[in-house]
């Protein structure tokens, strides 16, 4: 990992998990593979600190145990999966996804299981229920069916699945050491298993229990217990279920390629590229760089019916695809009245140069835009070519291309008339490199949401006094409440706060929601350059 | 008869020097000395070769050289009257000029040719200059190197840099005005196509427009005072690709269509960009001048952000 990130996934564990579980997470990330003696040793917490820390870690799919470099009968070792770690900086844009996709049911469960970790279809079942029991009028509730037809939507389409079993389930616990543990160095892909996206069957009737605010307390241990001691009965203990992230990021990969669609070319061609898309969504493999062939027919029986478009003018609009400079769509034979795939990979590629094309222009200019897509086109050109096509003076050409040289976007190239690199007899070429120039700037949004999430700890910090004093004036409000008192002495209550205060208070809100808001929307230039950067690795 | 053989045996220089013009006029392509010599056998070698040179410096002969011996050339009578008074060396320098043509020659080459020193070229350059036979054009790649050429000629595109340069000066506002122009006809004439509701393919072929078109369109509109070729126009549109508004398309076309060059036609069609405007470049740090100095701690941090603060209260 890079520094960048390293300092990254330290700011998200303290978030999410603590100040304990971040000294252990970026021990490990810092130091690769470690035993439980040697990460107590080099954190200095206490052993019980750092095994419940680890546990956590676990629960959440972060990290892995096996048998470590001493073989079986050695110590075992410890390993954190790094791109988990960040996949927390996209939690609210998974769950927006599940809202918009399978509506509030969707997104409870998808949080509740983000929250958990890994937890059973049962657990999960009722406590979405019981929360949304909570948010309903009196007198209704959550009935348990529906909420697992919900979850079982989710399964089908992959979005959910179930956790790769631990081999040293159950053996662990009694201290024996006798069954062979895996190697550190391979964990179990989830897609393996041939259940992976099988439901369980569970007897689970009933409703969301509501809870009353008086019995707050005892009734949140009471649940708690209860939920404990009813896993048993369900049927399915011992399967957890956890979030497929791929699946996600396939999603959104999907949508970015169908949002270029439609601002490229117009509304009926994102919706034919959407179907063909949605046709190939379980069939096609992660890092493809096609999806499955689909014939003309086929696509023209998938349009939803909404779109009641002319056979002929389907295929004007296929042909139109195909043609199009940025090369969405292709061709790939003519029976069935033509077979079109996707190109995912060059979708993705025309993504991440729009991108790196953006953020040149917003940072430097138009021209300096202008020279930079003119050297992705043209790969290699000398200072005089740059002005004559770019039509930029020569003097203004020169201070831009240095520029982004000194930025580091732009490249030269040398190459030399004669053996000895003398500068007047040298060609000096300016060039522009997609790939690497997209991992100089994924490093770069890395550092900014570093520092979004800095600042916004430290605006936290700043008015720490001033949001307690804030939150016990609510507490008081709400007991006075409900023990029922005057309306004089809320409002006595109320105006503890000053009104210059209130003010601040409400800026404060302001740049704290702004500093969140700006985190995901980083979070997506993260998820399109680190996507491009993916792909063309798997493709090499 | 006395007076005769005087007179035929005067050996005048004039005389000589007028015969052996006569001569050449005769003989274009030039005569040799065995000609003259024949002509006029009484002249003595001496005489003979006094008038020749006579008639070399004032320029009226030129030497040259062939596989049998020398060759006495009559020169141009235009170009002998420019150069009368001029001295070897002004007619040396001024013949490399000339070669030079429409490109014309820089002084330091002109001294490589004639091997003569700087000061002298110098000031053979200004005497020339002042007789209105050369003229120095300043070239538009390198700022401050001039070159010579003759004054009648006009200098090539190369070194004024054709219809955006005027006076040595890149005529920036005048390509940025072209460029709009350019792309708000092909803008108007796509959206023109898109409200037009036909078929998606005719659609799209009508918001096509060549480069013909776009030409004329552009003389039409009369915002330039120097004429533009469509080459000119094309390398416009081409910026414009480079902004990435247009996308260019190539297709076959008769010979002998309007606007085809070499049986293809180029196409040229405004496009929208794909992508908003990314998330990295809505927050400070995207745009940051000191993003590399920044650290926790440090001066410059996201603590005491400048620029953070005034974003956030925006």
């Known amino acids: 990992m890079t520094a960048q990130e390293v300092r990254l996934s330290g700011l998200l564990l303290q978030e999410h998990f603590g100040d304990v579980v971040e000294k252990v997470g970026t021990r490990l990330i810092r130091s690769g593979v470690l035993t439980l003696r040697a990460l107590a040793y080099e954190t200095k917490l206490p052993l019980d600190l750092v095994k419940k820390s680890l546990c956590v870690l676990m629960q959440h799919g972060m990290c892995l145990f096996g048998a470590g470099r001493r073989g079986p009968a050695g110590p075992v070792e410890y390993r954190i999966i790094s791109e988990r770690i960040l996949h927390m900086l996209r939690y609210p844009r998974y769950i927006y996804t599940a809202k918009s996709l399978y509506g509030d049911t969707g997104e409870l469960i998808v949080e509740e299981i983000l929250q958990r970790g890994q937890m059973t279809m049962s657990s999960t079942v009722k406590t979405v229920a019981d929360r949304l029991t909570h948010n309903m009028p009196e007198g209704q509730s959550m009935d348990y069916s529906e909420v697992v037809s919900a979850f079982s939507r989710l399964v089908e389409t992959h979005f959910l699945q179930r956790c790769p079993p631990t081999a040293s389930a159950g053996s662990s616990s009694s201290g024996a050491v006798n069954t062979p543990l895996p190697a550190v160095k391979q964990p179990t892909e989830p897609e393996e298993h041939p259940e992976c996206y099988k439901l369980p069957y569970i007897n689970l009737t009933g409703q969301g229990k509501r809870r009353r605010s008086s019995e707050d307390g005892e009734a949140d241990q009471r649940a708690a217990k209860k939920a404990k001691t009813d896993d048993s009965e369900c049927g399915d203990e011992g399967i957890y279920w956890q979030v497929n992230f791929q699946r996600f990021h396939l999603h959104f990969r999907d949508q970015a390629i169908i949002s270029a669609v439609s601002c490229k070319l117009d509304q009926t061609s994102s919706e034919i590229v959407r179907t063909m898309l949605r046709m190939s969504e379980v069939t096609t493999p992660a890092h493809a760089a096609f999806t499955q062939a689909l014939s003309a027919n086929e696509i023209f029986r998938a349009l939803p019916s909404s779109y009641n478009i002319a056979r002929p003018i389907l295929d004007q609009y296929l042909t139109l695809l195909v043609d199009d400079p940025m090369e969405f769509v292709g061709k790939t034979g003519d029976s069935g009245g033509g077979m079109y795939v996707v190109n995912l990979h060059r979708a993705l590629a025309n993504l991440a140069r729009a991108t790196l094309e953006s953020v040149v222009q917003e940072r430097f200019g138009s021209r300096s835009a202008r020279i930079f897509r003119l050297l992705l086109r043209k790969r290699h050109l000398e200072q005089k070519q740059v002005e004559d096509f770019a039509m930029v003076p020569a003097k203004e050409a020169k201070d831009m291309l240095y520029t982004l040289l000194s930025e580091n976007l732009v490249q030269l190239q040398e190459i030399p008339k004669t053996p000895d690199y003398a500068p007047s007899r040298t060609f000096y070429l300016y060039t522009v490199n997609q790939l690497p120039t997209a991992r100089l700037l994924l490093q770069h949004c890395y550092k900014t949401v570093g520092n979004l999430i800095e600042r916004r700890l430290y605006e936290t910090k700043e008015n720490k006094r001033l949001l307690e004093k804030s939150q016990r004036i609510e507490a008081i409000l709400a007991s006075l409440q409900a023990t029922g008192a005057e309306a004089a002495q809320l409002t006595e209550v109320e105006e503890m706060i000053t009104a210059p205060e209130r003010q601040q208070l409400e800026s404060l809100r302001h740049h704290i929601n702004k500093l969140d808001s700006s985190e995901n929307q980083v979070d997506e230039t993260i998820f399109l350059l680190e996507s491009y950067i993916n792909s063309t690795q798997a493709a090499r | ?314």
């Open chain 2, 1 to 314: 008869m006395t007076e005769v053989k005087v007179k035929k045996e005067s050996t005048d220089p004039v005389d000589i020097e007028n015969r052996i013009k006569e001569l050449c006029q005769q003989f274009p392509h030039g005569i040799t000395d065995q000609v003259i010599q024949n002509d006029m056998p009484h002249v003595e070698a001496q005489q003979r070769a006094s008038a020749i040179n006579r008639l070399l410096s004032v320029g009226q002969l030129d030497l040259l050289r062939n596989s049998g011996g020398l060759l006495y050339r009559l020169k141009d009578a235009q170009s002998t009257s420019k150069v009368k008074g001029s001295d070897n060396q002004e007619k040396l320098v001024y013949q490399i000029i000339e070669d030079a043509g429409n490109k014309g020659i820089w002084s330091r080459d002109i001294r490589y040719k004639s091997n003569l020193p700087l000061t002298e070229i110098n000031k053979i350059l200004k005497n020339l200059e002042s007789k209105k036979l050369i003229k120095a054009v300043k070239s538009v790649a390198a700022s401050k190197k001039k070159v010579y050429m003759l004054y009648n000629l006009q200098p090539d595109r190369s070194v004024t840099g054709g219809a955006w340069y005027s006076d040595q000066d890149f005529e920036s506002e005048f390509v940025e005005v072209l460029n709009q122009q350019c792309f708000k006809f092909l803008q108007s004439k796509a959206e023109a196509a898109r409200d037009s509701k036909q078929s998606p393919m005719v659609q799209r072929n009508s918001s096509f427009a060549t480069s013909h078109e776009v030409w004329k369109y552009i003389c039409e509109l009369g915002i330039s005072k120097v004429d533009l070729s469509m080459e000119d126009i094309e390398t416009i549109l081409n910026t414009l690709i480079f902004d990435g508004k247009v996308e260019m398309t190539i297709i076959a076309a008769k010979e002998g269509t309007v606007g085809s060059v070499d049986g293809q036609m180029k196409l040229y069609r405004g496009v929208n960009p794909i992508i908003q405007p990314t998330g990295l470049v809505k927050t400070p740090c995207g745009l940051c001048p000191v993003f590399d100095d920044c650290h926790e701690g440090g001066e410059i941090s996201p603590s005491n952000c400048v620029y953070m603060a005034e974003w956030l209260d925006f």
